[in-house]
T-cell receptor, first 113, second 110 residues
Framework: DSGVTQTPKHLITATGQRVTLRCSPR?????VYWYQQSLDQGLQFLIQ???????AKGNILERFSAQQFPDLHSELNLSSLELGDSALYFC????????????FGEGSWLTVV | GENVEQHPSTLSVQEGDSAVIKCTYS??????FPWYKQELGKRPQLIID?????GEKKDQRIAVTLNKTAKHFSLHITETQPEDSAVYFC?????????FGTGTKLQVIP
């Protein structure tokens, strides 16, 4: 158990819909990262937050947005879903803003039908 | 930004043989290099890491080497076992974020 908690674990939704994925970082970690992993693909960096502020942005679509709340949990919002958005979405957290050791959650499986 | 290249993309070895995975990075300011193991459908788990002030680090059957001048680092697994079969990702900590390699699928044949 890495200490990073993600919900839901599995989600099936229809095209055009909107979903929210939630992440609670390890106790004491200020940085939260979101990654997308499609089938047999690598880890695509989406976005990073540090202590509530956006720190770095990767290949995140405009249909996707995220935020980190004062209690440090984070949410990834995916809207106007397409079949190609089906993937495993990982949240990760670390102590320092520059991503020292990153610990991953178990991931949220999103299936768009 | 940082660019991390990882080779090979797939690797098959006989049980008991050694496996080597290599990564190169572009940002000379990178100073932290973790390696993750990911089993099918599971989260990546940190297996070993190395910082730029160290040239080599070993933990039982796994070791990592770092050549800062050449900007490359490698993962070495000795006496491979079937449970080592997984996807391995290298990563480099550049400015403000960690960049992952594309992964190596390691298959250990019994």
């Amino acid at each position: 158990d890495s200490g990073v908690t993600q919900t839901p674990k599995h989600l099936i939704t229809a095209t055009g819909q909107r979903v929210t994925l939630r992440c609670s970082p390890r106790s004491g970690d200020l940085s939260v990262y979101w990654y997308q992993q499609s089938l047999d693909q690598g880890l695509q960096f989406l976005i990073q937050y540090y202590n509530g502020e956006e720190r770095a942005k990767g290949n995140i679509l405009e249909r996707f947005s995220a935020q980190q709340f004062p209690d440090l949990h984070s949410e990834l919002n995916l809207s106007s879903l397409e079949l190609g958005d089906s993937a495993l979405y990982f949240c990760a957290s670390s102590v320092e803003g520059d991503g020292n050791t990153i610990y991953f959650g178990e991931g949220s499986w999103l299936t768009v039908v | 930004g940082e660019n991390v290249e990882q080779h090979p993309s797939t690797l098959s070895v006989q049980e008991g043989d050694s496996a080597v995975i290599k990564c190169t990075y572009s940002d000379s300011a990178s100073n932290y290099f973790p390696w993750y193991k990911q089993e099918l459908g599971k989260r990546p788990q940190l297996i070993i890491d190395i910082r730029s002030n160290v040239g080599e680090k070993k933990d039982q059957r796994i070791a990592v080497t770092l050549n800062k001048t050449a900007k490359h680092f490698s993962l070495h697994i000795t006496e491979t076992q079937p449970e080592d079969s997984a996807v391995y990702f290298c990563a480099a900590r550049g400015y403000q974020k960690v960049t992952f390699g594309t992964g190596t699928k390691l298959q250990v044949i019994p």
